[in-house]
């Protein structure tokens, strides 16, 4: 796999990703995310050298590297729908295989949290193709 390939197409479809205008859901009880808020999040991230922050569309986002696995953080504008609402997705290559995985803290109706949702996968899944394409040449 082309290291350089996979990044970028890594930040090429998490720009797609923040001109999505819907919404993301919440877990009742804990906090899916690992934050108990998504300000939480949002201030530890802030604070992470490692987390390399980006803005795009009113969107903040957030890149890390760790361990062989990427995770990426999105965060609605103030004037989003869902906002405050924080994407959490983990990208690991394992075994030759795309892996993503999604959390997500939505403080919204459900309807507009799933809304959100849905649309994250289908840009995972979009994310995934690529990555896995890439990792095949």
């Known amino acids: ?10 930040l ?3 720009s797609l990703a923040f001109a999505q205008d819907t919404a993301a859901p919440q877990s009742v009880g804990e906090s899916p995310i690992g934050y108990a808020t ?17 803005e795009y569309e009113g969107w903040t986002s957030f890149n890390q590297k760790a361990d062989g696995k990427y995770i990426l953080w999105s965060f609605t504008p103030q004037d989003h729908p869902v906002h405050p609402t924080a994407v959490r997705r983990e990208i690991v290559n394992k075994d030759g295989e795309v892996l993503i995985t999604m959390a997500v803290l939505c403080h919204s109706s459900r ?3 799933d809304q959100l949702i849905e649309q994250f996968e289908q840009i995972n899944q979009n994310l995934k193709r690529k990555l896995s394409a890439d990792a095949g040449s």
């Open 38 to 54: 998504v300000r939480e999040a949002f201030d530890a991230l802030v604070a992470d050298p490692s987390a390399v922050q980006s």
């Open 1 to 10: 796999m082309k290291k350089y390939g996979w990044l970028s197409a890594l």
């Open 12 to 14: 090429l479809l998490q």
């Open 111 to 113: 309807f507009d949290c």
